[in-house]
């Protein structure tokens, strides 16, 4: 029997999840029989990272590796974002309408994709994938050459099966995020994150609270036009700012916000962190002061229903850099993280079905040669995606007493050069020409 490709994927969250369950999906190659092991540092499903928008393109993908059928029962469908102005409170425009959408609690998404890896891995003809929770790496390093050698990667566990721990792989997938130890270690070093100077502040509200009624509660809540200011999701703009409010779940009855705002970077916390006492009630006060006034008198009271409340920090890595050297190679935020676009999930899980796609070459191409093919297809994507987040996130708030019409006109522009993307959603990876 032909020796086992061995890929170890650092990082179970939607990145390394989402490629692990793919590289399972290929085709067998019989003179090269896939295993894959997922190392991941928590001891399970980390429960911060609020609630995701789940694109046509993401779930496309996420219906072929077998969890979008088991997501979509537990998300909020998403017939449109609806931008409102704060100025006036009248609807600036609907960003894409009647598409196949979605919104639902991260950990919601990362167990639908675990459970089918462990219903794939039930299988007979599946690979066998192991996912290994509680697994901190001590080390990574390359050993021999690359036609005869090989990754060795040591880590810690300290809940079930204690003690250190020895792998070795073929290649090494780095999904564990801007602060990427595969990255770090063994692609490029020096390529550093920079924090943006801002978080994203998010919250949950259960409009079930004191007794109230969710339906009769939301009719209270119109635009400017009498109409219901949260159809499924809605943004609420006031120039450079923005309040994300949104429906997350089937029923309805439970509301996520979110609000970009700037923060002193906390090094102990990077990874996000909940909100406690009187913390809570200043988060109120700063979104309140700063969506106070305009059209929208509801705001103030759809912000105090807010109970639970989390900081997540907003970190970027320069567009130019190293994806690639050697036996690894990083994927997801390790690789291009980019402040908050709407898609970020989406690309992540786009980035891991390419390259399972890529690596079924593994039989005929060697390694730096599939990891170029990667980055060939990839890169164009990638770069255009982070110019058009970058302009939107620098963009210029005018500061005279006209701004407020100058944004809004500035909105309704972009929403109608969205809606001339007539194939925005229209690409599939999975049937992208791989290069000669």
């Known amino acids: 029997m032909s020796k086992p490709f061995h890929i170890v994927i650092v990082g179970a969250g939607p990145a390394g999840l989402s490629t692990a369950l793919a590289l399972a999906k290929q085709p067998p190659v019989s003179s090269s029989p896939l295993h894959i092991t997922v190392l991941e540092l928590r001891d399970g499903v980390q429960t911060l990272g609020g609630a995701v928008n789940l694109t046509p393109l993401a779930l496309r993908y996420l219906d072929w590796l077998?969890?979008?059928?088991?997501?979509?029962?537990?998300?909020?469908?998403v017939s449109a974002i609806e931008l409102v102005a704060h100025r006036t409170g009248g609807l600036l425009g609907r960003l894409w309408p009647d598409v196949d959408a979605i919104r639902a609690q991260r950990q919601l998404l990362v167990e639908a994709l675990r459970d089918a890896i462990y219903e794939l891995s039930a299988g007979n003809q599946a690979p066998k994938v192991d996912i290994i929770y509680d697994a901190k790496i001590n080390e990574m390093r390359e050993f021999g050459s690359m036609d005869n050698g090989g990754l060795e990667?040591?880590?810690?566990?300290?809940?079930?099966?204690?003690?250190?721990?020895?792998?070795?792989?073929?290649?090494?997938?780095?999904?564990?995020?801007?602060?990427?130890?595969?990255?770090?270690?063994?692609?490029?070093?020096?390529?550093?994150?920079?924090?943006?100077?801002?978080?994203?502040?998010?919250?949950y509200a259960d409009l079930r609270k004191n007794g109230a009624n969710p339906s009769e509660l939301v009719k209270s809540w119109v635009r400017a036009d009498g109409c219901p200011l949260i159809t499924d999701t809605t943004l609420v703009t006031k120039g450079n700012e923005a309040l994300l409010l949104t429906y997350y779940e089937p029923s309805h009855e439970k509301l996520y916000l979110a609000f970009v705002n700037p923060m002193t970077e906390k090094e102990d916390a990077r990874e996000g962190w909940?909100?406690?006492?009187?913390?809570?009630?200043?988060?109120?006060?700063?979104?309140?002061?700063?969506?106070?006034?305009?059209?929208?008198?509801?705001?103030?009271?759809i912000i105090d229903l807010c109970e639970e409340w989390f900081f997540f920090?907003?970190?970027?890595?320069?567009?130019?850099?190293?994806?690639?050297?050697?036996?690894?190679?990083?994927?997801?935020?390790?690789?291009?993280?980019?402040?908050?676009?709407?898609?970020?999930?989406?690309?992540?899980?786009?980035?891991?079905?390419?390259?399972?796609?890529?690596?079924?070459?593994?039989?005929?191409?060697?390694?730096?040669?599939?990891?170029?093919?990667?980055?060939?297809?990839?890169?164009?994507?990638?770069?255009?995606?982070?110019?058009?987040?970058?302009?939107?996130?620098?963009?210029?708030?005018?500061?005279?007493?006209?701004?407020?019409?100058?944004?809004?006109?500035?909105?309704?522009?972009?929403?109608?050069?969205?809606?001339?993307?007539?194939?925005?959603?229209?690409?599939?990876?999975?049937?992208?020409?791989?290069?000669a």
């Open 313 to 435: 920090p907003v970190y970027m890595l320069p567009q130019e850099g190293d994806w690639c050297k050697g036996r690894a190679i990083v994927i997801g935020d390790a690789a291009h993280a980019m402040p908050p676009q709407g898609e970020a999930t989406g690309v992540a899980i786009e980035d891991g079905v390419l390259l399972a796609r890529v690596l079924s070459r593994r039989a005929t191409r060697d390694i730096p040669t599939l990891f170029r093919d990667y980055e060939t297809l990839r890169r164009p994507d990638i770069q255009e995606t982070y110019k058009e987040t970058m302009a939107r996130w620098n963009a210029p708030v005018p500061k005279a007493w006209m701004s407020g019409f100058i944004m809004d006109w500035m909105t309704w522009g972009y929403l109608k050069l969205m809606g001339m993307k007539k194939d925005y959603f229209g690409r599939d990876v999975r049937n992208m020409e791989l290069p």
């Open 153 to 203: 990667i040591i880590y810690v566990k300290t809940g079930a099966s204690p003690g250190k721990h020895t792998l070795e792989a073929d290649v090494i997938i780095g999904c564990d995020g801007i602060h990427s130890q595969v990255r770090n270690a063994l692609v490029e070093p020096g390529r550093k994150r920079t924090y943006s100077g801002k978080c994203t502040t998010y919250g």
């Open 66 to 77: 077998g969890a979008g059928g088991k997501l979509r029962p537990q998300a909020s469908t």
């Open 274 to 301: 909940s909100v406690h006492g009187a913390d809570k009630e200043g988060i109120k006060r700063s979104i309140r002061g700063t969506f106070q006034g305009g059209a929208l008198k509801c705001l103030g009271e």
